[in-house]
């Protein structure tokens, strides 16, 4: 594996669609991980953002922070119908993350926080927190 990816996704039934995020620091990346690992038919579906490698290495970091709050992978067979899945790919690692929606609330704000001069990403992030909150 060559790409580095952070996607975040809403998994669950809601009554309003809840848009996948893709972040990667390359096209090609963000563009394998929608089409070969999401699997959308249509690339509208999923927010594709390509950002440098130094703030992709910081969302990650901040995703990883929030471990202490995540669901166990174990729990895949019970997962809510209300579960935030964070999955981060690297060459070294492929490492999916599954938080109660409730819980993903402060990583998304973490992530928000860490967006300086990503106005488009920070946006997509926004929208997403906003779609899932109670």
Known sequence: MKYAVLSIEYIGA??????????????????????????????TLTYLHVVPVSLLEKLIAETELHKGILQSEQTKSRISSETVSATVVTPQKRNRLLYSAESSIALLYGLVGRCEGQDALRTD??????RIRP
């Open 125 to 130: 992030l926004i929208h997403f927190r906003d």
């Open 14 to 43: 809601l009554d309003k669609p809840v848009t996948p995020i893709v972040i990667s620091d390359s096209k090609l990346g963000a563009e394998w991980y929608r089409d070969a690992i999401l699997k959308r038919s249509k690339p």
